[in-house]
Nanobody, 124 residues
Framework: VQLVESGGGLVQPGGSLRLSCAAS????????MGWFRQVPGKEREGVAA???????YYTDFDKGRFAVSRDNAKNSLSLQMDSLKTEDSGMYYCAARRPANGGPWSLWTRYDYWGQGTQVTVSR
């Protein structure tokens, strides 16, 4: 199993980034997929998720600014981030979980597979 994130970088407040995650080694279309953010000294927190039924989930902080999508034919997950704020900075991880795991989408301990992360820095 492999999840490989890309697309991170340095952007000014108000700017945009698009993160991508390439998945392999499991039945991508059957899994719920999520994006998480982590900053040093804090627990990993959910940013957005997409169920295998294409239902989307966001935090109140991200809703309206971020958009998660998947392409099952290409085994890929994306996160479009607009109107970025300095508080959005952090390491962003792509994660996959079996639907049977259950629980809140934002609970990182319910996910089975993780990527290595891509750094997002929002700063002037």
């Amino acid at each position: 199993v492999q999840l490989v994130e890309s697309g991170g970088g340095l952007v000014q407040p108000g700017g945009s980034l698009r993160l991508s995650c390439a998945a392999s080694g499991f039945t991508f279309s059957s899994y719920c997929m999520g994006w998480f953010r982590q900053v040093p000294g804090k627990e990993r927190e959910g940013v957005a998720a997409l169920g295998n039924d294409d239902r989307t989930y966001y935090t109140d902080f991200d809703k309206g600014r971020f958009a998660v999508s998947r392409d099952n034919a290409k085994n890929s997950l994306s996160l479009q981030m607009d109107s970025l704020k300095t508080e959005d900075s952090g390491m962003y991880y792509c994660a996959a979980r079996r639907p049977a795991n259950g629980g809140p989408w934002s609970l990182w301990t319910r996910y089975d597979y993780w990527g290595q992360g891509t750094q997002v820095t929002v700063s002037r």
